[in-house]
């Protein structure tokens, strides 16, 4: 099993710009989750899903959208990126309780 | 905002020590989690403690938690090299599977 993988792996973005990361789990998880985490800080949860075609907000959700078309997918989006979205975005899955987590991807905008 | 804070923020200790790290939440809680990041990857869960439970051990692993102090501690006994690393607690409340995360202790086994 992979896991929970997140594609790519590093990304820099223009002010303005959009993208999508996506978070992929092999484990048939009902749970799953984005994170991001700034430096000297723990994660906030940006959204989550709790099974396929839901999705709810987290602590930190402006500027950002998801969506859950597959149970094994988790997509985060950025429509027009702004510099204080630069981070380090996490995904996990989670079958309740414990939760895995993805290598993480590395967002620059300038 | 963070429901749980990790106290002290940074540690460094000479491999064979224990290392102990705490953690305090505000609310009342389902249960309490510890994940250990190593630079630059993602996070890997260690231990979950029920509400309901007081100590748990998984290898060098000890955890405690305390209800009524809302508080919760980490101890890694004869740490080694490879421990190095950011540890974070994590609770989930009453309702709900979502995990709140506190800022984390850095931790420094020097060999």
Known sequence: NAGVTQTPKFRVLKTGQSMTLLCAQDMNHEYMYWYRQDPGMGLRLIHYSVGEGTTAKGEVPDGYNVSRLKKQNFLLGLESAAPSQTSVYFCASSPTGKQYFGPGTRLLVL | ?111
Not at chain 2, 23 to 42: A, D, E
Not at chain 2, 64 to 86: H, N, P
Request: hydrophobic content about 30%.
């Open chain 2, 1 to 111: 905002s963070q429901q749980g804070e990790e106290d002290p923020q940074a540690l460094s200790i000479q491999e064979g020590e224990n290392a102990t790290m705490n953690c305090s939440y505000k609310t009342s809680i389902n249960n309490l989690q510890w994940y250990r990041q190593n630079s630059g990857r993602g996070l890997v869960h260690l231990i979950l403690i029920r509400s309901n439970e007081r100590e748990k051990h998984s290898g060098r692993l000890r955890v405690t938690l305390d209800t009524s102090k809302k508080s919760s501690s980490l101890l890694i006994t004869a740490s080694r090299a490879a421990d190095t690393a950011s540890y974070f607690c994590a609770t989930t409340m009453e309702y709900g599977n979502k995990l709140v995360f506190g800022a984390g202790t850095i931790l420094r086994v020097k060999s």
